[in-house]
């Protein structure tokens, strides 16, 4: 609408301008070549008009046919280029079928045009890898890798050529220069961190995961339990030899996740060695709150190598006198059994003490009656912790363990290891394996795949009693 008053204004402008210009007569005279030549103003202001579109179209004129070469060598260019791209494209749906005869043939057409284009190098390399020429796709993967605008394709190109020819040290020094490069890179952060995890660096495996929770690759609540449990690991390997950096990593690793009993433990142990008693039980205090485990008992009677009776107090200020938790009412029966009091560890066992009761409380009953000289009850007990469920074990992806480990025995994958009741998948028996009982594999499977590189049997620890 606008665009058509604008037209109708400069209609009328016009038509007003050669009104007033009829209304106003004159003569212009030129004098040219021994010529007079005489024109009214308004044929005269025409004649310049009409001689000024003449130059312009011969101006025009003499432009396109200036341009013409130029124009047709882009016309063919852009054939050449067209046809490149239907090359490259059909190479791509060879090389996705498998065909590398096709897709090799294509790339070398595309090539012909569009020689810098990564896509094609990368047709390249998927056609050398279809024909299994590893030393091409190496070629193509390591040229890529020197342009800054395709190096992480190239060292994604590399690291899974490596990680082919199971050459892992390679495949963990493309993926770490991949993740220095961009950090957001899942896959170059997870392979990483299964490389850090399978030779047990447990540390820097801990600021993989930082960085990931950084790089929004991964939830803070999880990264923040994933850090406890490696940095828990480290103590735990640490604390026999390094025993201030120990301690360190283990505070880290309890304010990260107050509730993992392993890291509270072992903070424990090594506040006490340090003679610092009031801070052990403190975190002993804030882990039971929200995990009551044996283990913590067992770490506060231990803070000082004092009398029986001594331990079984600081045991009862944990866990209570009337204890909540089946765990807190096995270790107050233990610590109260230690210290002489038989009959405070039956009362305490009581609720527990019933045909269903675990083996654990069976055979800790049987103690008792045993310590009150009541020899066919602990033997009734005995009998009875033959046939008990189960007592709560650390299970990690399925497998139970008598301790605490920070990744899968069956994956190497870092997964929460928790406290309770195993069972074993499917109806298959629990077998042991490094002192780790894990369920046997189904007949007719073979191992699980390995990762990067491929997980130990027991990517545990060792952990002192």
Same mark, same amino acid.
């Given at each position: ?204 495996? $801990?600021?993989?995961? +930082? ?5 929004? =690759? %991964? /939830?803070?609540? @999880?990264? &923040?339990?994933? #850090?406890? *449990? ?122 527990? $003490?019933?045909?269903? +009761? ?5 055979? =800790? %009953? /049987?103690?008792? @009656?045993? &310590?009150?000289? #009541?020899? *066919? ?89």
């Amino acid at each position: 609408m606008i665009k058509l008053v604008w037209r109708f204004l400069l209609l009328l402008l016009a038509g007003l301008g050669i009104a007033w210009l009829a209304d106003r007569p004159g003569s212009i005279s030129i004098q040219w070549l021994g010529r007079d030549i005489h024109l009214s103003v308004l044929v005269g202001i025409v004649t310049l008009g009409l001689a000024f579109v003449l130059l312009y179209i011969v101006v025009r004129s003499v432009r396109a046919l200036w341009r013409t070469p130029a124009r047709l060598r882009e016309s063919a260019r852009h054939r050449r280029t067209r046809k490149a791209y239907e090359s490259l494209s059909r190479g791509i749906v060879a090389a996705g079928a498998g065909d590398h005869q096709a897709a090799a043939r294509h790339a070398a057409i595309a090539g012909e045009t569009l020689a810098a284009e990564p896509l094609v190098k990368l047709l390249g390399a998927q056609a050398a890898q279809l024909r299994g020429d590893r030393d091409e796709v190496r070629r193509v993967f390591e040229g890529l890798s020197q342009n800054p605008d395709t190096e992480v394709l190239g060292l994604r190109g590399l690291f899974a050529d490596a990680r082919g020819a199971e050459d892992w040290p390679t495949a963990r020094k493309h993926a770490e220069a991949a993740l220095a490069r961009n950090p957001r890179l899942p896959w170059a952060a997870t392979a990483v961190l299964q490389s850090l995890i399978a030779h047990k660096e447990w540390e820097a495996a $801990a600021r993989n995961v +930082a960085q990931q929770a950084k790089a929004g =690759l %991964m /939830a803070r609540d @999880e990264a &923040a339990r994933k #850090q406890a *449990a490696l940095l828990t690991a480290q103590a735990l390997a640490d604390e026999s030899g390094n025993a201030p950096h120990a301690l360190q990593l283990a505070g880290t690793a309890h304010e990260l996740d107050p509730s993992l009993v392993p890291a509270t433990e072992v903070l424990a142990r090594l506040h006490g060695a340090a003679g610092n008693a009031r801070k052990a039980l403190k975190a002993l205090r804030a882990t039971w709150a929200l995990s009551p485990h044996r283990d913590l008992a067992a770490a506060a009677a231990k803070l000082h190598d004092d009398s029986a009776e001594n331990q079984f107090e600081r045991v009862r200020d944990l866990t209570g006198n009337e204890p909540a938790s089946s765990e807190g009412r096995i270790a107050l029966a233990r610590a109260a059994l230690d210290a002489g009091r038989q009959d405070a560890a039956r009362n305490v066992l009581a609720p527990l $003490a019933n045909s269903r +009761a675990p083996a654990s409380v069976c055979a =800790l %009953m /049987a103690e008792i @009656e045993d &310590a009150a000289g #009541q020899t *066919a009850k602990s033997r009734d007990w005995l009998a009875q912790a033959v046939q008990a469920p189960r007592d709560p074990m650390w299970v990690s992806d399925g497998v139970a363990a008598t301790r605490w480990v920070p990744v899968s025995p069956v994956t190497g994958e870092l997964v929460a290891c928790e406290w309770r009741v195993p069972f074993a998948t499917h109806g298959a028996p629990l077998r042991l394996r490094h002192g780790v009982a894990a369920p046997a594999p189904a007949a007719g499977t073979g191992e699980t795949p390995s990762a990067l590189p491929p997980p130990p049997d027991d990517p545990g620890v060792e952990q002192s009693s």
